[in-house]
């Protein structure tokens, strides 16, 4: 059984930084993309970056690119989301996720964490 769970979420400021752990357990991961999502209040779940599990392969959304950074310590087993220069348009909860394809949509990860809350003040 897969398991994602994630950390670090928080209260910040705007401009502040926070990081977030995902640490993944129940199988390999040699093979899999891990991903991380957001969803505000009444919005849909957005992609916001993914790397392959060599570390080989990263890609952000347009509206993190340059602030967030995505990577991953195979030896843990852990992908983090490096979050600097917060705006309180990141607001949300972060979601991490697994799943077979590079992809960016929602519906090709196949494993999700619960989620943890970022919330960035003005």
């Known amino acids: 059984q897969v398991q994602l769970v994630e950390s670090g979420g928080g209260l910040v400021q705007a401009g502040g930084s926070l990081r977030l752990s995902c640490a993944a357990s129940?199988?390999?991961?040699?093979?899999?993309?891990m991903g991380w999502f957001r969803q505000a209040p009444g919005k849909e779940r957005d992609f916001v970056a993914r790397?392959?599990?060599?570390?080989?392969?990263?890609y952000y959304a347009d509206s993190v690119k340059g602030r967030f950074t995505i990577s991953r310590d195979t030896a843990k087993n852990t992908v983090y989301l490096q979050m600097n220069s917060l705006k309180p348009e990141d607001t949300a909860v972060y979601y991490c996720a697994i799943g077979r394809r590079v992809a960016t949509a929602p519906t090709f990860y196949d494993y999700w964490g619960q989620g943890t809350q970022v919330t960035v003040s003005s």
């Open positions: 790397i392959n599990w060599s570390g080989a392969s990263t």
């Open positions: 129940g199988r390999t991961f040699s093979s899999y993309v």
